[in-house]
């Protein structure tokens, strides 16, 4: 049997950017979906395109690893800027998340009047602005290099900030707004839900500067759908789509790959599942003890996907926080994305709407059939009744087809029931993988990985795997 140089498990981000820049090597990408990008996949149901997860498109821009990457493989995504990052509507008040920190500024007095605005908002803009910036930023484990190289990168982070950035979101937050409202308090943890899957309760002052900081940035919307950026960049790459993987078995000096259709042998694997769903590909006990090590984050979404008979520009990105929970969900809030209207794809016989909000996989996976048919509908129509209730222009006639997705539905298309990756607190640092494993050859890769969440955290992540694959 031929033996390759690189199989990599998953077409999400992850497995996607390392895929295309170590294309010229023998590499095959396999994916279980008919879709490429996992969480941040296109797909049509009922004759319509919608965006399964993702659907901003942010770390474009110079200084940011998916930048850099795409210039590297030479490769242009088909992308609009987006003038406002998100529009949160909280009740009657409303403030636009803009890369304009005057007008930001000027919208989140008029709406939060605080005398220390402008030096929180000031003070996390430019801790971010830093962190873009530094050069050495790694993480690895397992080699006295490797910790070496850790050990340099908290050097610089604590040159460039002191060990102010270690310090408590909540801390910062309770010093700068001592006398803060709970709404204000909704708006900052709302946010950061979205990025951090977590509340300003538990996190570094860093983690609080980069989940809130991301609408200072670029923000740009993707043509055709988050899934047409994979397309793209994958052609001229030897993938394997509705390939899953069902077991890799460690031997002398490779992995022999084994999946639903074929059988491969790879000197280098690079698993794109989650940390949490890849020791089930092994037998081998030292990998499954491996991957046993990080505890199961039970965080996942709920998503509600919609086709109106609209054609009207909106803003691409709504969240609305509410007063009380989403029925079945951990979280108050939820985040709207309207496709553009000159978009073929998306809007094609009018807008597709993807909705989503934060729920537990436990809870989903515990219920009956019919019970969970019950509490999905639930959750659906809570989620249109207050989608509704904040868009004068829209009515429920409107609506000309609507389904919803729990962490199941995750399970059955992308292999996973945790979605947004595992929440960034002060106490999952110490227990977080890194792209590197104790076993030659295997490597991880995505947002259960360091460095986290989102298109850019996962892109940290495949810089510092490049330069494992290539002893850099
Ligand atoms: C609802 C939602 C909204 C989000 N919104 C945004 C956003 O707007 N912007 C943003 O930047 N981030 C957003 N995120 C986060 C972002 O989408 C994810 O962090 C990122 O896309 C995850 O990438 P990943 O590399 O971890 O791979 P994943 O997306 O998890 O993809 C992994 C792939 O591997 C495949 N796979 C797994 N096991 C196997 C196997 N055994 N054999 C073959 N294939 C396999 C899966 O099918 C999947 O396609 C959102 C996430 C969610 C859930």
């Given at each position: 049997m031929k033996l390759h140089d690189i199989g990599v498990i998953g077409s999400g981000i992850g497995g996607s950017l390392i895929s295309s820049l170590n294309k010229q090597k023998d590499l095959i990408l396999f994916e279980k979906d008919s879709n490429l990008g996992g969480c941040a996949s296109t797909f049509t149901r009922g004759g319509y395109s919608f965006n399964a997860g993702a659907t901003t498109f942010v770390g474009y821009e110079d200084n940011h690893p998916i930048k850099r990457i795409f210039d590297k493989v030479g490769f242009k995504p088909d992308i609009k800027k987006s003038e406002v990052a998100i529009r949160v509507i909280q009740k009657e008040k409303i403030v636009d998340r803009i890369k304009d920190f005057d007008q930001f500024l000027e919208n989140i007095n008029s709406v939060y009047p605080h005398k220390n605005n402008y030096i929180f908002w000031k003070t996390i803009k430019e801790i971010d602005e830093k962190f873009w910036l530094l050069k050495k930023i790694y993480f690895g484990k397992y080699s006295f290099d490797r910790y070496i190289k850790t050990f340099s990168f908290v050097f610089e982070l604590l040159k460039v900030y002191k060990f102010s950035i270690f310090s408590t979101a909540k801390g910062f937050i309770r010093d700068i707004f001592?006398?803060?409202?709970q709404e204000y308090q909704n708006f900052i943890d709302s946010q950061l839900l979205i990025t951090l899957q977590t509340n300003s309760q538990n996190i570094s002052l860093l983690s609080l500067a980069l989940g809130l900081s991301y609408p200072f940035h670029d923000v740009y919307y993707a043509n055709g759908g988050m899934g047409k950026i994979f397309d793209d960049l994958l052609v001229d790459i030897d993938v394997h789509k509705k390939e899953k993987i069902v077991n890799i078995k460690r031997e002398k000096d490779s992995y022999r790959v084994i999946s639903n259709k074929d059988e491969y042998l790879f000197k280098n694997i690079v698993l794109n599942s989650t940390i949490f769903d890849s020791g089930n590909l092994f037998e081998d006990k030292d990998i499954k003890n491996y991957y046993s090590n990080f505890s199961f984050s039970d965080q996942s979404a709920f998503v509600v996907y919609m086709k109106l008979n609209i054609k009207k520009e909106y803003i691409s990105h709504y969240q609305i926080i509410l007063e009380e929970n989403i029925p079945n969900c951990i979280s108050n809030a939820f985040f709207i994305s309207f496709s553009s209207m000159d978009d073929d794809k998306l809007s094609s016989d009018g807008l597709s709407i993807t909705i989503s909000t934060h729920t537990k996989a436990s809870f989903w996976k515990n219920l009956q059939k019919e019970q969970y048919k019950k509490e999905k509908l639930k959750t659906q129509e809570f989620i249109i009744k207050k989608f509704l209730e904040n868009?004068?222009?829209?009515?429920?006639?409107?609506?000309?087809y609507v389904f919803s997705a729990t962490s199941k539905t995750f399970n059955n298309f992308i292999n996973r029931t945790n979605c947004g990756g595992i929440p960034i607190t002060i106490k999952n640092i110490l227990n977080t993988a890194s792209s590197n494993t104790p076993f030659k050859g295997l490597y991880n890769i995505g947002d259960t990985v360091f460095a986290g969440q989102g298109w850019p955290g996962v892109a940290i992540g495949v810089e510092i795997l490049n330069k494992e694959l290539n002893n850099g």
């Open positions: 001592p006398d803060i409202s868009f004068d222009t829209i009515n429920g006639e409107n609506i000309k």
